[in-house]
């Protein structure tokens, strides 16, 4: 059949349109990643964790680095000495902290301000593109840090040692909420960087489950609310999902901790899945955003996540690029349970996550 030259040329024109607007949308997606590195990079740059604390390590400067010890390393101010071995802090590293608050409603800001819902799972998500590698460091709820305490009408009244979990409660339920959070688990961490939050309302769990087609996982534990056994091979779909990483017995001792490894396991399994998925629609991550915004609390722009997205996807990860805080779990005064972080394990999970060693061979920039 032969096509007549108008609607030849009208064909021509539709699909000349079409071509542009893909060329169009790439070329608007490329520049939205080069914004979202930009912006991220803007953030902490050259700030590293304040390391002076920890008794069993050297800060180096002038005065603590030996005249023998001058030509065999080429140290810089600020570096760490450890265990016979020199670190430094790697700028490029980008850190950022994903919470998972107790409600199951969309997030809002509260008008009182003890009740902005305690994080019930905190997670500290690193990309190190040195060895472009993601790594992702589980802390306990119940954690023992620094947190700042507030009145009900945001009056400032101290602060104290308790479950890190409560500090989000100490705010808006909003961005001030995880502006605090931040910090304390900055304060955790020697003051690290950390270059964005995002906090998640549980209730938007199903909907960022079920958008990757589900979650495959060999259950830990029973899960009574889910029907779950464990044991059993189960493809979580809706609330189920939300049930695996949610519920918990607190009459059993330690069952938090018993729940972030059923948490652990699920991220290890949905971020395997998402990357896959990424690969095959870079937009998805974006997509996955506009999903779960209603339940989301975050200051990490679709720029950002642009950007992250195409990176995370080649980066490497596995069961054994996340951990889990090491400590000991005991029942405090007041009759809650409250975990203690072993020092020396967590100093040394920060030099081996955001800091590289320096061999003596190795020049000064």
Request: net charge negative; hydrophobic share 40%; with cysteine.
């Amino acid at each position: 059949m032969k096509i007549n030259a108008k609607l030849y040329r009208v064909l021509l024109k539709v699909m000349t349109a079409l071509v542009v607007l893909i060329i169009i949308g790439t070329v608007g997606f490329v520049i939205t990643t080069v914004i979202g590195r930009n912006n991220l990079y803007g953030k902490n740059k050259g700030q590293g964790p304040d390391l002076t604390g920890f008794a069993q390590a050297e800060v180096l400067t002038e005065e603590t680095v030996l005249e023998d010890e001058i030509d065999e390393v080429a140290w810089q101010e600020g570096d760490i000495r450890y265990e016979g071995e020199i670190y430094r802090y790697n700028e490029d590293i980008l850190t950022f902290l994903f919470l998972g608050i107790d409600k199951n409603e969309e997030a809002r800001v509260v008008d009182d301000g003890i009740k902005g819902g305690q994080s019930d799972a905190l997670f500290l998500l690193v990309l190190n593109p040195h060895t472009e590698e993601m790594t992702i460091i589980g802390i306990p709820r119940d954690t023992i840090t620094d947190v700042d305490i507030y009145g009900k009408h945001g009056d400032y009244i101290g602060t104290t040692p308790t479950q890190i979990s409560l500090q989000h409660g100490y705010g808006d339920g909003d961005k001030l909420s995880c502006e605090r959070s931040v910090k304390a688990v900055s304060g955790l961490f020697y003051e690290l960087p950390i270059h964005g939050y995002c906090s998640i309302n549980m209730g938007g769990i199903p909907l960022l489950n079920d958008a990757i087609g589900g979650v495959e996982v060999t259950a830990l534990q029973d899960v009574p609310r889910a029907k779950i056994k464990e044991g059993e091979t189960v493809l979580l779909m809706g609330q189920d999902a939300y049930h695996y990483l949610h519920d918990r017995d607190t009459k059993i001792f330690a069952s938090a901790e018993a729940r972030l490894a059923r948490q652990k396991q699920y991220i290890t399994a949905y971020i395997g899945k998402a990357k896959a998925a990424v690969k095959e629609d870079i937009t998805l991550a974006v997509k996955l955003y506009s999903t779960v915004s209603k339940y989301m609390v975050t200051d990490i722009t679709v720029d950002e996540v642009s950007y992250l997205a195409t990176q995370a996807s080649n980066y490497s990860f596995d069961d054994d690029h996340i951990s889990v805080l090491k400590g000991d779990v005991k029942i405090g005064a007041d009759g809650f349970e409250e975990f203690h972080v072993d020092e020396a394990y967590l100093y040394e999970l920060i030099l081996d996550t955001f800091y590289e060693k320096i061999s003596p061979q190795e020049q000064t920039p």
